[in-house]
């Protein structure tokens, strides 16, 4: 089992950054891939960025693409996600999860997910 706590959300202007850390603890991190999801008020969960077990293979959304960058230090049990050039629509709650399966941009092929951290970004 993994137990995962994001952190590093907050409020910034347009424009600016942000990066969230997710630390996983448990047996196995390096065993899953990790993704970040976010959540905007009456909005379904739409997945962000995905990252494989080896931080080789990596995924974004089209949203997000040139702006956002996912990493991760599998000697720390953390994964990252750089956020630039934010805007207003980027605003949500930000979620990790990880997951032994394919389908890395379906919320449903995560097994664990964090508490979530809110990020909100204004104009």
């Known amino acids: 089992q993994v137990q995962l706590v994001e952190s590093g959300g907050g409020l910034v202007q347009a424009g600016g950054s942000l990066r969230l850390s997710c630390a996983a603890s448990g047996r196995g991190f390096s065993s899953y891939a990790m993704g970040w999801f976010r959540q905007a008020p009456g909005k379904e969960r739409e997945s962000v960025a995905a990252i494989s077990m080896s931080g080789g293979s990596t995924y974004y959304a089209d949203s997000v693409k040139g702006r956002f960058t996912i990493s991760r230090d599998n000697a720390r049990n953390t994964v990252y996600l750089q956020m630039n050039s934010l805007k207003p629509e980027d605003t949500a709650v930000y979620f990790c999860?990880?997951?032994?399966?394919?389908?890395?941009?379906?919320?449903?092929?995560?097994?664990?997910w964090g508490q979530g951290t809110q990020v909100t970004v204004s104009s």
């Open positions: 999860a990880a997951t032994r399966s394919t389908g890395w941009d379906q919320p449903t092929r995560y097994a664990y």
